[in-house]
């Protein structure tokens, strides 16, 4: 004879409740602490998952597989033949032969491109091409030389930064020599310094440093960089692909929806009525203004000490001669007067042009 067994007694529907209950609760507080995490405590991370080999898709149409394509480094890169990549979905296969000492590609594209930002203009004219359509280097030993002790330098960019901010070409005068123009009046020969005019986002700290306004706080909640009472640096502004801010995209900020290997310099009405009427200038101008009045006591040291500030160098006599005629004048008042000058100096093409 089988043994009896006592049936499960099923749960009540005051059991139920609670228990539902208490998963609810346990939800709320598990959302609650998700929310009160800040974007530093999380990762963003890539996880293989059965890797495989995936065909063509014909016209780009994932519906339309062609034929089965391996994982491998470009072809077009690769003299002997591709390497084959089996290890996982081979990201990291593919890192290392960017890098790899047998392809020097990566070293000389991230070279050419500090190098423009930091002279003024690319060793070879086309950034992001480096292939048949794209210009030759202008310099090809020297863009060599620096790639390869780069890679020699673990990739380093402070190294790379330090390399070129002490070399002579560097720290060369941006002055004209009528000689050396006639030889080579596009400077290909790197004689001289070019002038470089500031991208938005050092004009706009350079404006609000000026002004004694800078937030240097690191990290933070990005911002509109047109707002008169925003003063951190513009690294952290808002960038949004719909409709990008005005301010950014008056002084030549390029369109993140493309791509962009350089910027385009305009020079256009609208940027001078923005720094003349702008709330934003205005702003900054009483700030300069204020720090002047605090600096001295008399409008001559004022002129000199703000020039200083500002440009990095002496008041020439004509400038001081027309600051304190304008300073001295009639109609306005003495603050007034000092915010007007102000706002000029602020707007002068030698606060945009680095020389």
Same mark, same amino acid.
């Given at each position: 004879m089988l043994p009896e067994f006592a049936e499960?007694?099923?749960?009540?529907?005051?059991?139920?409740?609670?228990?539902?209950?208490?998963?609810?609760?346990?939800?709320?507080?598990?959302?609650?602490?998700?929310?009160?995490?800040?974007?530093?405590?999380?990762?963003?991370?890539?996880?293989?998952?059965?890797?495989?080999?995936?065909?063509?898709?014909?016209?780009?149409?994932?519906?339309?597989?062609?034929?089965?394509?391996?994982?491998?480094?470009?072809?077009?890169?690769?003299?002997?033949?591709?390497?084959?990549?089996?290890?996982?979905?081979?990201?990291?296969?593919?890192?290392?032969?960017?890098?790899?000492?047998?392809?020097?590609?990566?070293?000389?594209?991230?070279?050419?491109?500090?190098?423009?930002?930091?002279?003024?203009?690319?060793?070879?004219?086309?950034?992001?091409?480096?292939?048949?359509?794209?210009?030759?280097?202008?310099?090809?030993?020297?863009?060599?030389?620096?790639?390869?002790?780069?890679?020699d330098s673990g990739w380093s960019l402070k190294?790379?930064?330090?390399?070129?901010?002490?070399? =002579? @070409?560097?720290?060369?005068?941006?002055?004209?020599?009528?000689?050396?123009? +006639? /030889? %080579?009046? $596009?400077?290909?020969?790197? !004689?001289?310094?070019?002038?470089?005019?500031?991208?938005?986002?050092?004009?706009?700290?350079?404006?609000?440093?000026?002004?004694?306004?800078?937030?240097?706080?690191?990290?933070?909640?990005?911002?509109?960089?047109?707002?008169?009472?925003?003063?951190?640096?513009?690294?952290?502004?808002?960038?949004?692909?719909?409709?990008?801010?005005?301010?950014?995209?008056?002084?030549?900020?390029?369109?993140?929806?493309?791509?962009?290997?350089?910027?385009?310099?305009?020079?256009?009405?609208?940027?001078?009525?923005?720094?003349?009427?702008?709330?934003?200038? =205005? @702003?900054?101008?009483?700030?300069?203004?204020?720090?002047?009045?605090?600096? +001295? /006591? %008399?409008? $001559?040291?004022?002129?000199? !000490?703000?020039?200083?500030?500002?440009?990095?160098?002496?008041?020439?006599?004509?400038?001081?001669?027309?600051?304190?005629?304008?300073?001295?004048?009639?109609?306005?008042?003495?603050?007034?007067?000092?915010?007007?000058?102000?706002q000029v100096l602020l707007a002068s093409n030698?606060?945009?042009?680095?020389?």
């Open positions: 499960a007694e099923e749960p009540s529907d005051d059991e139920n409740a609670a228990g539902e209950q208490k998963e609810g609760d346990k939800k709320k507080e598990k959302k609650k602490e998700d929310k009160n995490k800040a974007p530093s405590d999380s990762a963003h991370l890539v996880r293989d998952k059965n890797p495989r080999d995936i065909p063509v898709q014909i016209r780009g149409d994932a519906a339309k597989p062609g034929e089965l394509v391996e994982r491998a480094f470009l072809t077009v890169l690769s003299p002997e033949g591709p390497q084959r990549f089996d290890d996982g979905s081979g990201r990291l296969q593919l890192a290392e032969a960017i890098v790899s000492r047998e392809n020097p590609l990566a070293a000389r594209v991230i070279v050419n491109r500090v190098w423009a930002m930091l002279m003024g203009r690319p060793l070879v004219g086309t950034p992001s091409n480096f292939g048949a359509l794209g210009e030759r280097p202008r310099h090809p030993e020297l863009l060599d030389d620096l790639a390869v002790r780069f890679m190294w790379l930064c330090r390399e070129v901010l002490t070399s =002579a @070409t560097w720290q060369q005068s941006s002055d004209m020599v009528a000689a050396k123009m +006639a /030889v %080579d009046p $596009a400077n290909a020969l790197l !004689w001289r310094m070019e002038r470089r005019r500031l991208d938005v986002e050092a004009w706009r700290d350079s404006l609000l440093a000026a002004s004694g306004r800078l937030d240097r706080t690191v990290g933070g909640p990005s911002f509109d960089p047109q707002n008169a009472e925003s003063t951190r640096r513009t690294v952290y502004a808002k960038v949004s692909r719909l409709e990008l801010n005005k301010m950014l995209a008056l002084f030549d900020f390029p369109d993140p929806n493309v791509h962009a290997p350089t910027r385009s310099k305009t020079t256009t009405p609208l940027q001078k009525m923005f720094v003349l009427n702008s709330p934003f200038m =205005a @702003t900054q101008a009483r700030a300069l203004a204020k720090r002047c009045q605090e600096h +001295a /006591v %008399d409008d $001559a040291e004022r002129i000199r !000490w703000v020039h200083q500030e500002l440009y990095g160098r002496p008041v020439t006599e004509e400038e001081e001669q027309v600051a304190m005629a304008f300073l001295g004048g009639d109609g306005v008042g003495a603050v007034g007067r000092w915010e007007q000058y102000a030698e606060m945009m042009v680095v020389d």
